[in-house]
């Protein structure tokens, strides 16, 4: 198992995408489940959150995976359920990761 | 997280909404940067709360990120002077009402007149009836553009413009969101006639597949509900309560599994909602403090309805006497009609068929199907079924929603005779079917 770094970035334009009160809590629920899932099975290592969102970044997700391609599978998913653009990144060791799970840890 | 918390998080962020937005128009000073803000605001929350859970106060929270991202839209777009404005007099209005947000149980009076304050601005008598319908949809309920589409069977495209174009006529207009006291009596009428249009949209849908779109008028009872937290005064909010709450009780049992339309007769009356009927009888009794206004009377017919223990307990006396105080204030077709429909309770469908006869020549009913239905249904108690045949085809070729259309349909076919009087077979009526 590796760690990766997903990054999930809003799309250009995402601010102007209307939601609802109804929506919104939809899509805080399903993304919460998400997340459990991933804790529940050990995947989710650590997460950050800006503090003041530059440059449409507005979550990091540290992921273990067996490899590149389930690493991709977790952030179509994230993609999918969060509507963020989601770039994945690996992370050399999980000695690496140590640091950025300081951040926030679950 | 579950069902139940979908629901509550809904309920959070569906009273917040019109708060955030009337916090940000303190701020900012304009409708679209005050939506933008809330929008932003609520996007944040949906990064933060599912990695962090929801904060114990939800509502603080997204007041607080409100306030922050409205003031830095402020000075991020520059407005240096409408800026120092409006923030000196957010700062006076805070200053004097206490507490940035109040704890649970202090004076709300403040976020109160900020949601009245949205409401009134919402119908500004420079937009249409449909535009103010539009935007206190999108403002006060905090429903999508495309919600509203649905809601409205309208194509989103439509009612995005309505939105867009009633955004500008009150720029244009230059409407004051931070009036010193809002002109609430002066536009009361116009509030009221806004809510009652979203319920009766989604209450009895003018057109399309099924009977009611109930999205809309459960928003409507929760507008009628705010209106009433902040204009409590006035008689005529709690009537409008009173009315959708006892209408809204029955909305369960108005079609039956299969979309077709149930009467008041054929509803199982142990499903109506028994905390709507209760709200409504508390509401009713408020709004009797006032005069007898359309509202008021039409409620009062609701809840005859409502507190009926069975169809045959139904007071046909009452109605009849509360649509004759109706006529008096609200001399129209429409009234006259349903006062025929309970004169024909009470005294029987021959005595209600010459005031249906005359209606029905009526130009402001001749195009509506619910005459001609009506009409049918008293000529087929009669036995008249040549008049009763006619006179359902008639409504058939005006009704628009599909759900009515099959109950008229299945009405007809169950006169003796109707089909091979409309010379439709079973053979033909499977191939339509087919």
Redesign the interface.
Known sequence: MSDFLLLGA?QPG???T????????????A??????HLRRWGLLRA?A?PQD?VGGL??CLIVRASGQLAASRLAEEWQRR?GYQVAVLPLCDVGQAQGVRSV?R? | ??ES???A??????A??PLLIGAAMRIVGDLQTAE?VV??T?????????????PDRPGAWLMTACRNRARNAVRDNGRARRAIASMTREAAASAAAGPAYPEQGADHDEIGDDRLRLIVLCCHPALSADAQVALTLRMVC??????IARGCHLPTTAVAQRIVRAKRVLREHEAVFLADEPDVRARLPAILDVIYLVFNEGYLAAAGETLSRGDLAFEACRLARLVTDVIADEPETWALRALIAFQLSRSATRTAGDGSVLTLDQQDRSKWNRELITDGVRALSRARVGGPGPLLLQAELAACHSTAATFDATDWHAIVAIYDRLQRVQDTPVVAMNRAVAVAMRDGPAAALPLLDRLAEDAALKGSHRVWAVRADLHRRLGDRVAATADYQRALRLVSNQAERRYLECALRQVPGAAARTGITREAEHDAAG
């Open positions: 809003r995402m601010a102007t209307e939601t609802s009160p109804r929506l919104a809590a939809r899509d805080v629920v993304l919460a489940a998400w997340h459990e997460f959150l969102p507005r979550a969060s926030g679950p | 997280m579950t918390a979908e629901t998080l809904a309920e959070v962020f569906g917040e909404w933008d929008q932003e609520v996007l944040t929350a949906l990064d933060r709360w599912p990695l962090q859970g929801v905090g429903l999508t553009t495309e919600e």
